[in-house]
């Protein structure tokens, strides 16, 4: 990818404005955030965006222009915030999405994860919880879970958004996002979707936590094992 683009500065860059007339909390009164790990803390966050520079163009844009349209932005939003900006390249020609480029570019650890080799599954697991993402498979002790399509779609949603808290309205858009709106199950139908994945956890039923009144969690052990390898979908905090 050339950085010429990143060098031209296009006339009259445009940004987003803050929007200034909502009411905003004290920071004092602020919720804490939801679903984060025991004992961390939020510090920032980064947004990759998938454009080469020929797409950017026939948007009448340039990267240097989204750039610098996003930094106005945060500057007006939160004027001591800190950014840092930088450009993924990759040969020319290179295929796949372009946001998934550009988070192997940046070495966002999801995407790094997904490139490793695949271990060899041993016909023998030792004890424990194994969850192979890739090859759709769940050994508990040694033994391999019958899980249904739907059961392990439900622990793989929740495994890739580890330590974060899921709420039943985003199991039920995200899961069953292709079926028809009167088809689609109920939130509460989630939670028989639960009880029966747990039960075929046995005795660590407890990795799929309940956060009261908000949902489900993936919590690992540590006698639990996560193989992801090639194919693994790409998790969305946002």
């Known amino acids: 990818m050339s950085t010429s683009a990143l060098l031209s500065a296009p006339a009259a860059p445009r940004h987003l404005r803050a929007v200034e007339d909502i009411a905003t909390p004290p920071v004092t009164?602020?919720?804490?955030?939801?679903?984060?790990?025991?004992?961390?803390?939020?510090?920032?966050?980064?947004?990759y965006v998938g454009l080469d520079e020929l797409k950017a163009a026939a948007d009448g844009v340039s990267l240097s222009v989204i750039v610098d349209a996003l930094r106005r932005t945060i500057a007006e939003l939160a004027p001591s915030a800190e950014t840092h900006a930088t450009v993924a390249l990759a040969p020319v020609g290179a295929g796949g999405r372009d946001v998934d480029v550009v988070r192997l570019a940046l070495h966002e650890p999801?995407?790094?994860?997904?490139?490793?080799?695949?271990?060899?599954?041993?016909?023998?697991?030792?004890?424990?919880?194994?969850?192979?993402?890739?090859?759709?498979?769940?050994?508990?002790?040694?033994?391999?879970?019958?899980?249904?399509?739907?059961?392990?779609?439900?622990?793989?949603?929740?495994?890739?958004?580890e330590g974060r808290t899921i709420e039943r309205t985003e199991l039920v858009s995200s899961?069953?996002?292709?079926?028809?709106?009167?088809?689609?199950?109920?939130?509460?139908?989630i939670d028989v979707h639960v009880r029966r994945l747990r039960s075929k956890l046995g005795r660590y039923?407890?990795?799929?936590?309940?956060?009261r009144g908000i949902g489900y969690r993936f919590d690992r052990h540590a006698d639990v094992v996560i193989r992801y390898g090639h194919g693994t979908p790409s998790p969305d905090r946002f």
Not at 138 to 147: C, F, P, Y
Not at 175 to 189: M, V
Not at 205 to 211: F, G, N, W
């Open 29 to 47: 009164e602020r919720p804490a955030p939801k679903g984060l790990p025991a004992g961390t803390a939020p510090r920032g966050f980064a947004l």
């Open 110 to 161: 999801a995407a790094v994860a997904r490139t490793k080799p695949e271990e060899p599954l041993d016909e023998h697991v030792p004890g424990g919880v194994t969850i192979d993402i890739s090859r759709r498979r769940v050994h508990i002790d040694g033994e391999t879970a019958s899980l249904t399509f739907k059961e392990f779609e439900l622990l793989q949603y929740l495994v890739l958004r």
């Open 175 to 189: 899961l069953w996002s292709h079926t028809d709106g009167d088809d689609a199950p109920g939130e509460r139908t």
């Open 205 to 211: 039923e407890d990795i799929v936590r309940t956060v």
